[in-house]
């Protein structure tokens, strides 16, 4: 388990981090949301003992920062954000490197290597320099590298960035496949991401926390939840009548389809169904949205 | 400590990895020749030492030290390397000691490679092998001196360039403390110990004597607080430095 405790760091008159603290338990996806500059990677730091916090304190599985780093650092497996390698090694030589660092000797040094460059497919560039590579590949050796110790803490700043959308699709793939006693935190831009792998997402603006929540949970707090989006067959100007429907609170029309937004809780399927029967309308396309996380995103951290 | 034979083989696998490493051992025997064979003379002294080899070393390494120490932390710190160093069951003076270990023997390597001089001169004549022995020694020592200097302003920039010149800056002032030049700047207005101290500081003073085969522990331990002073201020400007 992760536990950090009213968290705060300093840079001279700029507070990055203020006042956060959450806990993370075993199995969880956490994702790490904010808009640039927000604090996300300065905690990431803080967490991966890189940087030590002004005020407060943080404990990894029962070892407490800074006073057991070295131990903490053990278990971790850390993506830092650009994927920074150093580029004069090959690949093979610089996953050696880390895998003796973590402690690994020998033929059990190569079995780890040779698992990670399996699972991230890196065995076509095993020989290469690692700056002849491509961003993709850069990017997918920095995971190779937090991966080789089967760490029981991961965590990735920005680990999807730079890749296609194959690439994206198999390192989520490979993230959700890790064994669920491990607590992943993921930071990350891309709001998809967030539906795509987290169980749990928080989100800061300006080093305070202004969301924990599930990524459900996040959309419902959308204005676009439960949203019902219409649109009809017919040639007809609809939105007059649209709009008389109780609890609707607002319509966006684009391209023929008509988006409606109703009051919290209410949601306006039923009644625009029955309107387009009475109407004679005919409907050749409706659906229920979820909520958008990008709109929550907004109203959380503006 | 037990990481940091892994951090010693990387970083000194890294110069022979990149034409770097070769492309310094080149031109320092090139250099280092010149020097002794053209402008001091060696065969003219008509003396079977290697006096004038190492009267210049104090020089050569005032410009071939930097170079190799400017990328040691500027480098990390640049490509954000430092991070992903830092984070690694490590401990900072394991990777602070492990890159200067490695600088420091890339160094002696070029260092050895300039033996077949001390070979030639004992074709030539009858050379007192124990002072050139001991000069060898210095001349690695006062490299070592150097280098530590140059991790710490190394350490202090992400720019390969200004950790250069900051490194020649520091180390001549420290060949020169010594020199009445400088210590004219002090004299008269400080106490006479502090101006002592200062003059005590010089690099030169202190190779010079070794160089001369009187090998006093007080010359070596110099040298030696010198690194670990330096090697220490390295780790105090890194700890300063990731947080900005």
Known sequence: MIKLDQVSKQFGPFRAVDNLSFSVSAGEVLGFLGPNGAGKTTTMKIITGFLAPTSGSIELFGQSLPKDGLKAKEMIGYLPEGAPAWGDMSVCGFLRFIAELRGYKGAQRDERVAQVVESLELTQVFERTIETLSKGFKRRVGLAQALIHDPKILILDEPTDGLDPNQKFKVRELIRNLSKDKIVIISTHILEEVNALCSRVIMIADGKLVSDATPAELEAQSDYHQAVTVRFSSAIDPQQKLQQLSNVTRIEAADGCFTLLSTPGNSVLEDVKQLAEQENWDIAELYIEKGRLDDVFRKLTT | ?244
């Open chain 2, 1 to 244: 400590m037990n990481r940091l034979p892994i951090i010693f083989k990387r970083e000194l696998g890294s110069y022979f990895s990149t034409p770097l490493a070769y492309v310094f051992i080149v031109i320092f025997l090139i250099v280092s020749s010149i020097f002794t064979f053209n402008i001091g003379g060696f065969y003219e002294t008509g003396q079977a030492d290697l006096q004038v080899f190492f009267n210049f070393h104090p020089w050569l390494y005032l410009f071939f030290v930097p170079a190799i120490s400017m990328r040691l932390w500027a480098e990390e710190l640049r490509a954000g390397t430092v991070e992903l160093l830092l984070t690694l069951p490590i401990k900072l003076s394991e990777a602070v000691l492990g890159k200067f270990l490695a600088a420091w023997v890339f160094i002696g390597i070029a260092l050895l490679l300039t033996t077949p001089l001390w070979v030639t001169v004992n074709y030539l004549g009858d050379p007192d092998n124990g002072i050139i022995l001991a000069s060898y020694l210095g001349s690695w020592l006062m490299s070592g001196a150097f280098l530590a200097m140059g991790s710490c302003m190394s350490a202090t920039t992400h720019n390969q360039v200004i950790a250069f010149i900051l490194t020649i800056s520091l180390c001549f002032i420290f060949m020169f403390t010594g020199f009445p030049m400088i210590l004219s700047v002090f004299n008269g207005w400080l106490p006479a110990a502090l101006v002592d101290m200062i003059a005590s500081m010089s690099l030169l003073t202190h190779f010079n004597a070794i160089s001369r085969g009187v090998l006093d522990f007080r010359d070596l331990l110099f040298f030696i607080i010198m690194m670990v002073g330096w090697l220490f201020a390295t780790a105090i400007v890194i700890e300063k430095k990731k947080a900005g």
